[in-house]
């Protein structure tokens, strides 16, 4: 079962796919992380992450890289919504993606982009939002946990930047998919999220 889970930041789809991943037993694929990555590797060689060439190139990024720390930080994830504007890029990260959602077994995959580009044949698609208001705050909790020192505000337009960016974009602009489950979490509790998606997912799978 393949099983695609899309969505803007800081919707909670990242929690939803990897608790649907351990409950159906398949294995997760956070997309975001690999555009995370490109947008890393292009500073880290003094490249420019609005030019294509730079960005094409920092797609073959050392695989270790992935579990650095840094890719999950806000400048990262901004830096991630740069280099997914341009179609090279995209295209590069493309087949790795479906390999991915293609092995045996199924897998789950999330991202922006998953029911629409690169597993159109999932046979479950959800596509989970929130308020900008629920983003923000879920986002500003984070991080001052984390001992960051942050204002509501600029998180709240930090958002509205990148969906800005992630929805008009030319090249696989952020959508729902007209077959896929809205799953809207802006009043759930992260447990009834999941529940919830989880009910989606079956009821796709297994209609009757
Ligand atoms: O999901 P995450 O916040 O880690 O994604 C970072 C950025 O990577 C997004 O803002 C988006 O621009 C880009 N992205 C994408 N397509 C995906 C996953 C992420 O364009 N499938």
């Not at 045996?104 to 046979?123: M, N, Q, S």
């Not at 596509?127 to 900008?132: D, E, G, K, L, R």
């Not at 969906?163 to 759930?188: G, H, K, N, V």
């Amino acid at each position: 079962m393949i099983i695609a889970v899309d969505g803007p930041t800081a919707s909670g789809k990242g929690t939803i796919a990897k608790a649907l991943a351990r409950h159906f037993g398949l294995p997760h694929l956070d997309t975001g992380l690999l555009y995370r990555a490109v947008g890393y590797q292009v500073v880290l060689v003094d490249g420019d992450p609005d030019n294509a060439a730079d960005a094409l190139a920092a797609t073959a990024f050392a695989d270790d890289l992935l579990d650095e720390p840094a890719l999950r930080s806000e400048a990262t994830g901004a830096l991630a919504s740069r280099v997914s504007v341009h179609p090279e890029v995209r295209a590069a990260l493309l087949t790795r993606q479906r390999l991915f959602a293609d092995q045996p077994g199924g897998a789950v995959l999330d991202g922006r982009d998953i029911a629409t580009v690169i597993a159109p044949h999932a046979d479950a698609k959800l596509f989970v939002t929130a308020s900008i208001a629920a983003r923000a705050l879920r986002r500003y909790l984070e991080m001052r946990k984390r001992g960051e020192d942050v204002s509501r505000d600029a998180i709240t337009a930090d958002l509205a930047a990148r969906d800005a960016r992630d929805t008009a974009r030319a090249a696989a602009p952020l959508r729902r998919a007209e077959d896929a489950e809205l799953l809207d979490t802006s009043a759930l509790t992260p447990e009834a999220a999941v529940a919830a998606a989880v009910a989606l997912v079956q009821k796709q799978a297994h209609p009757n």
